[in-house]
């Protein structure tokens, strides 16, 4: 996906099948599922390193099933989710899930959102490592899926020891790269630069850790993929909690939108298709 592509891959980051079905809706180049989303509504719990492996893989394998020939769909892998032999299992579980791309990263297990403060590292070498289990996994897969390398080291490590580690992880196979958090637009460019021509994604989380970066701006610089990890997860809980105090303080909720409209989202019409075409007459009086 990445290599045929001139103009940037822009990806909404989708967390559950309503987030996925509406990027669909609404036609893009591409999706992303986010991690923290994925943890927020899966688990209701904080992006702090607790979705594991199952709860990853299973959630991007139903979003990039949703349409058989969709936008590809990048994920995120957090840490590998252990050493080795568990990284090798989730890039096998990723790649038959469907999964076009996903990121992995440097930080500790222990891990936290990226942007958020206090982040620990793993030493370049254990690093080093998890992208090589990645890249000789999708070799024995004979797998086309694209591993970005995102390194978390900024805020401890600085901006040049991202640059030596994302160096590291390219020469050593990665497709992309990710420096996460990164706090100007000098040094969001600065990094496209230095690691020119290997590709870069930018993670755009507003109201995060970094400058605000529209897609104009990102394919400007030189960016190949930008990812809105929160762009589906902010807006829902906004839209929710807003009409949940509305029910609380006065009884009403006041959505325009009907049922079927949510279920035409949700691939009512095909639904419908795949039963006429099967001789079938469930919806022959309508629905
Ligand atoms: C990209 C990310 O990994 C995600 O899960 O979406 C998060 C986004 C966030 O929590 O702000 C990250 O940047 O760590």
Redesign the pocket.
């Known amino acids: 996906m990445v290599k045929h592509l001139d103009r940037i891959i822009v990806c909404p ?1 989708v967390y559950d099948g309503l987030s996925a079905r509406i990027a669909l809706e609404t036609g893009f180049d591409g999706m ?1 599922m ?6 927020a509504s899966r688990l209701g719990a904080a ?1 702090l390193g607790i979705a594991q492996l199952s709860d990853m893989s299973s959630n991007a394998e139903m979003i990039a099933n949703l349409e058989p020939f969709g936008p590809p769909l990048i994920a ?1 892998m ?1 840490t590998g989710y252990g050493g080795p032999l568990i990284i090798a299992r989730a890039v096998q579980q990723y790649h038959r899930a469907g999964v076009a791309a996903f ?1 992995i990263e440097d930080q500790i297990a222990q891990k936290r ?4 403060s206090g982040k620990e590292v793993v030493d370049v070498e254990t690093y080093i490592q998890r992208i090589k289990a990645c890249v000789s996994a999708a070799a024995r897969l004979r797998s086309d899926i694209v591993i970005i390398a995102r390194t ?1 080291a900024l805020q401890s490590r600085g901006f040049d020891d991202c640059i030596t580690r994302l160096k590291r992880a390219r020469d050593e196979g990665a497709d992309m790269g990710i420096l ?2 990164v706090s100007t637009k000098e040094q969001a460019l600065q990094a496209v630069n230095e690691l020119a021509p290997w590709p870069l994604c930018y ?1 755009s ?1 507003e109201n ?1 850790h970094s400058p605000l970066i529209s897609v104009g701006e990102a394919q400007a610089m030189g960016y190949r993929a930008i ?1 809105f ?2 762009a589906g997860i902010s807006p829902a809980y906004t839209a929710i909690k807003s009409t949940f105090d509305r029910l609380k303080s006065e009884g009403v909720t006041g959505s325009g939108v009907t049922p079927k409209a949510i279920f035409q989202v949700c691939g009512l019409e095909e639904s419908i298709m795949v039963d006429t075409v099967s001789g079938g007459s469930a919806f022959a009086k309508g629905v």
Do not use: P, Q, R
């Open positions: 980051g992303y986010t991690g923290a989303g994925t943890t992006d995120d957090d990121h959102c990226g942007h958020l978390d996460e958090g993670n989380v995060g990812i990890s929160f």
